[in-house]
T-cell receptor, first 110, second 114 residues
């Protein structure tokens, strides 16, 4: 498969809790990105972390990258109902292809 | 609104037919990507164009072809359609400055092959 893997496939949490999603990939990368997709709509870019970075923050988002383990995590703090969506990691490989995983479906419970 | 326009939004056709999906990138973006999204396969990279030239190829079937025109819009042609080709097809564009490419996605074309 050309894809990475997100884990878990689905996640349900209470509003206000933190949500953590993980991504593993197979080849060396230039950067790793996270995107959000609301049901059936186009993906929206959230955050990008370069291969030489270990952690990055943007608002309520925190991304970590461990290139030795070929893995990344996305933490959403203080979740809100509007965060309900699917989240995808995408890796920009050395051959410049941008490859997506299958996504994590996040459901925020009221 | 991402600035990427895809038409049509929905397409219903029969097996064996041929269809053309169209994408207009964001103003100023030179690179166009095509992805296929299905429930069981996730988001599959098909092909990328940059300024009219093919730049990268993914798992694109031989029955599928694409091109990018001088005005930078792109078309994805799907022929000899099969039931399994039913999926959401996305186009995305980027400026392709060399580093840290962020993709801007269109709203997709939902293809149903009956």
């Amino acid at each position: 498969s050309q894809q990475g893997e997100e884990d878990p496939q689905a996640l349900s949490i209470q509003e206000g809790e933190n949500a953590t999603m993980n991504c593993s990939y197979k080849t060396s990368i230039n950067n790793l990105q996270w995107y959000r997709q609301n049901s059936g709509r186009g993906l929206v870019h959230l955050i990008l972390i370069r291969s030489n970075e270990r952690e990055k923050h943007s608002g309520r988002l925190r991304v970590t990258l461990d290139t030795s383990k070929k893995s990344s995590s996305l933490l959403i703090t203080a979740s809100r109902a509007a965060d309900t969506a699917s989240y995808f990691c995408a890796t920009e490989r050395r051959d410049d292809k941008i490859i997506f995983g299958k996504g994590t479906r996040l459901h925020i419970l009221p | 609104d991402s600035g990427v326009t895809q038409t049509p939004k929905h397409l219903i056709t029969a097996t064996g037919q041929r269809v053309t999906l169209r994408c207009s990138p964001r103003s100023g973006d030179l690179s166009v990507y095509w992805y296929q999204q299905s429930l069981d396969q996730g988001l599959q990279f098909l092909i990328q164009y940059y300024n009219g030239e093919e730049r990268a190829k993914g798992n694109i079937l031989e029955r599928f072809s694409a091109q990018q025109f001088p005005d930078l819009h792109s078309e994805l042609n799907l022929s000899s359609l099969e039931l399994g080709d039913s999926a959401l097809y996305f186009c995305a564009s980027s400026a392709l400055t060399g580093w840290d490419e962020k993709l801007f996605f269109g709203s997709g074309t939902q293809l149903s092959v009956l």
